[in-house]
């Protein structure tokens, strides 16, 4: 059985790949371990008092929340699923947690769901990635009907 | 090497806020101002000649020097200089002889020259003194008025901007001033802008300490877990309606921010009210969005609920209890016309998605929401009950805000979290050095005369009407505050709205610090960018897959501030007139 990790958010974008990997992991018998990968960098655009240590422990908290979501519903579609949160640059977390889960596969989402990427952008971050890890990372097709 | 910098590191993290205390401190006590010979001189004040300097606006010219020259005299006989007041005693000396002339002096005014009539003269050879009708400056736009300028503008648009920090923005423009004061001001003295000594007189450390001791205050709090506890208990008594769990979380939010910092309201209550949206099957935006507008309103009640309410209450002598007479009232309106807007503008976002959430879930939210430590939060609910008393009951015995907030924040340490290196490292240092370095760049464009241009522009608006400076006012600072940061804003106008209200009739009963309070609070709602809770609320929202754009935000924002804005200025004219 391999490992197919898909980088997922919240939101109805996140359902669509999140649906996408499902599907995937259910025609090959793969188990799914969806990754969620924040960083803070926003907060240096709040000029009043922040406490980075508090977010930290929300966003992980919120993010536990959400990968159960994701869990749940991989689950309740007949796949083995689990999560993983890391903090961090996107690209090299992406990378790290890629190697370490022993994926097989990596699912990326849309642009409007990876927030600041353009499509151009993340084809670039997937092709990369995919050299240096020698596992290949797709995005998830625009075609992939929602739910 | 790497040795010495780990060992300063280290001295910086235990001991950095204690350091910085100190620094600040010491700055205060530099900033007061000595015993001054005036004090003396008034207990005789006979053969010397009285007197008081304004401006073209009848405001006190204090720091003017006042010089009597006696006929063929090659200096000065005698020398004084002008009080906060703009009074001034010059003794005379004992060989006074006519004719004699005063010659009045100051940065950024142009010289003022009197001769004494001979009968004045005999006054004064009689052994009498004398009392002059006030001498009136006229302001002098040299050099230094423009480089000041340019550089409190350039300052506001490097922060607009983002290019730098804010408080590294403001530290610049402090440093260029210092520069060309003591550089272009040793080649020309029309470079002049202002001295050290001058200029941190202007640092309002009332509002220093007032905030640091809050920041406390609220740190202790914010580890409590209070705010996801509050936000959980509005979906449990909500029993899964959506428009009462907007409607609680709105007052909660509102009374919360009142209160406490509405930054770190936000940045704890939105990761749990995003779940609980999640939960219920609604669009997270559809919680979001009012909860943080009503953030933003609901700061304005107290006098701690924002920190332009700081600034204000502090400049204009306001205490918790005035903001909570004059302005709670007008705020529960503002509300009220909020919470209408919300259920109607969110109706559809609020119709929950089929489906019903697991027990795994609802288990894991109830965890999320969980208070960690009862008697923590229990110690810190009532040391916090205690410093609003004081801060009530407290000017009963002229407590100021900011020994109350001391007060309050010493109580927190010693009650509740004896770990006082953790809590300094709580305190928020850059943004208390920001405001030092905004007070003394304000402290310089005062000196130069661009308030008081910008004040006498105004004046001439609104001529001799109490209700049209309050409206001129209200709106204009909520429309500048929605695009410019809005505590430079505030700072920069209050001594501008200071003239106003010691010049326009009617305006006793501060109904223009009022109208500013409420003008760059409710701008707050008006952009993305207008105000730190909005940007904390949409970065975190985004990470949750629900990115909320410049635009998005206007398209509520905008009707929520005039909305907001209107309530605010029939309150203020209803309330005051």
């Given at each position: 059985m391999s490992i197919i990790l898909c980088a997922t958010r919240g939101g109805e974008e996140s359902i669509h790949t999140q649906d996408y990997a499902i599907q995937r992991a259910k025609e090959g018998g793969d188990s799914i371990v969806f990754l969620y990968i924040f960083d803070l960098d926003f907060l240096g655009h709040v000029k009043l008092n922040a406490r980075p240590d508090l977010l930290t422990e929300e966003i992980v908290e919120m993010a536990g929340f959400l990968m159960l979501m994701a869990v749940e519903r991989a689950e309740y579609a007949g796949v083995t699923a689990s999560s993983l949160i890391r903090h961090g640059k996107f690209a090299a977390e992406l990378a790290a947690a890629a190697r370490s889960s022993g994926a097989s596969l990596v699912i990326l989402g849309r642009p409007a769901e990876q927030g600041h990427f353009k499509e151009s952008g993340l084809v670039t971050l997937a092709r990369t990635l995919s050299d240096e890890t020698g596992i290949p990372f797709i995005l998830r097709p625009a075609e992939q009907p929602g739910h | 090497m790497k040795e010495a910098i780990a060992r300063a590191k280290n001295w910086y993290d235990r001991w950095g806020g204690v350091a910085a205390v100190a620094l600040i401190t010491a700055l205060w006590l530099l900033s007061l101002p000595p015993v001054l010979p005036a004090a003396r001189a008034e207990l005789n004040t006979s053969n010397a000649i009285v007197g008081s300097v304004l401006d073209a606006q009848g405001q006190p010219v204090s720091e003017s020097l006042v010089s009597l020259w006696l006929e063929e005299?090659?200096?000065?006989?005698a020398t004084a200089e002008t009080s906060p007041d703009g009074s001034f005693i010059l003794s005379l000396p004992p060989y006074f002889t006519s004719p004699a002339r005063l010659e009045i002096s100051r940065h950024h005014f142009t010289d003022y020259a009197y001769t004494l009539s001979a009968e004045e003269s005999a006054v004064l050879a009689g052994g009498d003194s004398l009392v002059l009708e006030d001498f009136t400056l006229a302001r002098s736009f040299g050099p230094a008025f423009w480089v000041a300028t340019v550089i409190f503008i350039g300052m506001l648009v490097v922060m607009a901007l983002e290019r730098l920090h804010n408080a590294l923005a403001a530290l610049l423009a402090v440093a260029v001033i210092f520069a060309i004061t003591f550089a272009g001001g040793a080649i020309t003295e029309s470079l002049f802008i202002i001295d050290f000594e001058h200029d941190l007189a202007y640092i309002d450390f009332e509002v220093i300490f007032l905030l640091m001791g809050m920041m406390i205050v609220v740190g202790v709090i914010e580890e409590t877990g209070i705010f996801q506890w509050l936000a959980y208990k509005a979906y449990q008594l909500s029993r899964g309606k959506a428009w009462l769990m907007t409607l609680i979380l709105m007052l909660i939010t509102a009374v919360i921010t009142a209160l406490l910092d509405n930054v770190a309201t936000m940045l704890l209550i939105t990761p749990i009210t995003i779940q609980i949206a999640l939960a219920m099957g609604v669009n997270p935006l559809a919680l979001l969005f009012p909860a943080l507008m009503s953030s933003n309103v609901g700061g304005i009640a107290t006098l701690i609920g924002t920190p332009t309410n700081i600034l204000i209450g502090s400049y204009a002598g306001l205490g918790f209890t005035d903001f909570l007479r004059d302005l709670t009232p007008g705020v529960l309106m503002m509300l009220a016309g909020l919470v209408i807007f919300a259920m109607f503008y969110f109706r559809r976002d609020r119709r929950a998605a089929p489906g019903k959430v697991s027990p795994a879930l609802l288990k894991k939210l109830a965890e999320n929401a969980r208070i960690p430590d009862r008697k923590k939060l229990v110690k810190a609910l009532i040391v916090l009950a205690f410093t609003l008393m004081l801060f009530i009951f407290g000017e009963g015995i002229h407590l100021t805000p900011a020994v109350s907030a001391i007060i309050g924040a010493v109580a927190m340490l010693l009650v509740?979290?004896?770990?006082i290196e953790e809590m300094m490292r709580v305190v928020d240092w850059t943004t208390l050095v920001f405001f030092m370095a905004l007070f003394m760049v304000v402290g310089a464009i005062e000196e130069v005369g661009l308030v008081s241009t910008i004040a006498v522009a105004i004046r001439s608006v609104v001529g001799e009407s109490t209700a049209l400076a309050g409206i001129v006012l209200l709106w204009s600072s909520s429309i500048l505050s929605g695009v410019v940061d809005n505590i430079p804003f505030t700072l920069a106008m209050l001594p501008a709205v200071g003239y106003l209200n010691a010049t326009v009739p009617g305006t006793a009963n501060n109904i223009l610090f009022y109208a500013l309070a409420i003008g760059v609070a409710t701008g707050g709602n008006f952009t993305l960018i207008a105000s730190s809770p909005n940007l904390v609320v949409a970065g975190i929202a985004e990470r949750a897959g629900y990115r909320i754009s410049f635009v998005d935000f206007i398209k509520v924002g905008a009707p929520v501030t005039l909305i907001t804005a209107a309530i605010g200025m029939a309150w203020v004219l209803l309330r005051f007139l």
């Open positions: - | 005299g090659e200096a000065p006989a509740v979290n004896p770990d």
